[in-house]
């Protein structure tokens, strides 16, 4: 199977979208210069926070406004990314993003006004997908039905989507993005809960549904910073059928040799900002993990013994995709390529997404204008597919 065909996606969580005239901004400001400077379609992977979803809702004619934007510019939309419910821009971010959890009457009912909004705006003959939180924060207090009452909403949800397509005719998948510290982070806790939530969509007569709507956004960075295989991780997850409905084109920050390279954790300390969780891993020769909860001067500058004697960290920033090196400091784009390869072998095509969303939090000297920095990441992953699609499939 061949990668993807439509339109390759960048998420526009990467702008300010906090009201439907904002989006539209965004579009006009950012997404419409660099689908002209990279001269080829590309799709606007549209953040819509809740405030502007309740725009459109509340006043149906508005979506009139998005959808003559998207035509007038030669933009599709098919995916949407609903992880972020609030002011994915305001100074402190954070552990708030994983707020309202799945557990709350708030998530799944913005999720399904996503799903309808979405139906409107997909093209013809395409399927649609949503990304969502990986059900909460493991740093969040919680209760202990926590699971279950998120799987119940979830549930809701597909049933829900189900109805939409025989409404609608239009199919849109769920995909819930793993991500480090939250409740799904690894691939073997994905497994087990998709596993829990199979049965109890089958008890509730609702299998086929689940199987259909609910799925994985596979975010490339998010399981590099866990240390996984990620070839291995996407074949576990092929095998247990669980389809990854969306990936996340996304690299993390590597730093090797932490104990010695004085001067990357130096040019580390950099990256550190008051606006996005960058969860930090590190492994040691052993193989051993740690985790800290946000990346830190004290940690970067002044690491305790076991980070300091690690092999090496890794953190979650997303950095520009095209990137191999940071100065000092590596990317992961190695398990990118690995990752890309691997969704090519697959029986069915996901969406793909650039989702550097940290731009405008990147250390100042390495912050280009953001219409250049989307159209060289858009460029670099468009060669990486090609090259992928030219490679010879086994007979």
């Known amino acids: 199977m061949s990668v993807s065909t439509l339109p390759l996606s960048y998420c526009t969580n990467v702008h300010p979208g906090r009201s439907l005239d904002e989006v539209c901004e965004g579009l006009l400001q950012y997404t419409a210069p660099t689908?002209?400077?990279?001269?080829?379609?590309?799709?606007?992977?549209?953040?819509?926070?809740?405030?502007?979803i309740r725009e459109l809702t509340e006043d149906r004619r508005t979506l009139s406004k998005l959808q003559d934007v998207l035509a007038e510019h030669d933009l599709a939309c098919y995916t949407l990314n609903a992880f972020p419910f609030g002011d994915?821009?305001?100074?402190?971010?954070?552990?708030?993003?994983?707020?309202?959890?799945?557990?709350?009457?708030?998530?799944?009912?913005?999720?399904?006004?996503?799903?309808?909004?979405?139906?409107?705006?997909?093209?013809?003959?395409?399927?649609?997908?949503?990304s969502?939180?990986?059900?909460?924060?493991?740093?969040?207090?919680?209760?202990?039905?926590?699971?279950?009452r998120c799987i119940d909403n979830l549930i809701m949800v597909a049933r829900l989507l189900d109805e939409l397509h025989d409404d609608s005719g239009r199919v849109i998948r769920?995909?819930?993005?793993?991500?480090?510290l939250c409740l799904l982070e690894t691939t073997d806790e994905t497994l087990?809960?998709?596993?829990?939530?199979?049965?109890?969509?089958?008890?509730?007569?609702?299998?086929?549904?689940?199987?259909?709507?609910?799925?994985?956004?596979?975010?490339?960075c998010h399981q590099s910073v866990e240390f996984e295989d990620v070839a291995d991780s996407i074949q576990r997850l092929q095998a247990a059928e669980i389809r990854i409905n969306k990936v996340h084109i996304t690299c993390a920050i590597r730093l090797t040799d932490p104990g010695r390279n004085v001067e990357g954790r130096e040019a580390l300390a950099q990256y550190v900002e008051p606006r996005y969780l960058h969860q930090t891993f590190a492994k040691s020769n052993d193989g051993?993990?740690?985790?800290?909860?946000?990346?830190?001067?004290?940690?970067?500058?002044?690491?305790?013994?076991?980070?300091?004697?690690?092999?090496?960290?890794?953190v979650h920033f997303h950095v520009p995709v095209h990137a191999e090196?940071?100065?000092?400091?590596?990317?992961?784009?190695?398990?990118?390529?690995?990752?890309?390869?691997?969704?090519?072998?697959?029986?069915?095509?996901?969406?793909?997404?650039?989702?550097?969303y940290t731009w405008e939090v990147l250390p100042g000297f390495r912050r280009p204008d953001l219409v250049r920095g989307l159209t060289e990441e858009l460029t670099a992953t468009r060669t990486l597919l090609a090259d992928l699609n030219a490679r010879p499939r086994p007979a």
């Open 288 to 314: 051993d993990l740690l985790a800290a909860l946000d990346l830190s001067a004290p940690l970067a500058l002044d690491p305790p013994p076991e980070y300091r004697d690690a092999a090496e960290w890794r």
């Open 88 to 130: 994915f821009h305001s100074s402190r971010v954070k552990e708030k993003v994983y707020l309202p959890d799945w557990t709350t009457a708030e998530r799944p009912e913005y999720t399904h006004q996503c799903a309808q909004t979405l139906a409107r705006l997909m093209p013809e003959g395409t399927e649609g997908s949503i």
């Open 174 to 180: 769920l995909a819930i993005e793993p991500e480090p």
């Open 325 to 356: 090196s940071l100065g000092p400091l590596s990317t992961t784009r190695s398990d990118l390529k690995r990752a890309l390869t691997a969704v090519a072998g697959l029986e069915y095509a996901p969406h793909l997404e650039v989702e550097t």
């Open 192 to 220: 087990a809960f998709f596993e829990v939530l199979r049965q109890r969509a089958e008890a509730a007569g609702v299998l086929d549904a689940a199987i259909r709507h609910l799925g994985i956004c596979y975010d490339v």
């Open 35 to 52: 689908r002209r400077e990279f001269g080829a379609p590309i799709a606007a992977g549209l953040w819509l926070a809740q405030p502007v």
């Open 132 to 148: 969502t939180l990986p059900l909460g924060f493991k740093q969040l207090p919680r209760e202990d039905d926590f699971t279950d």
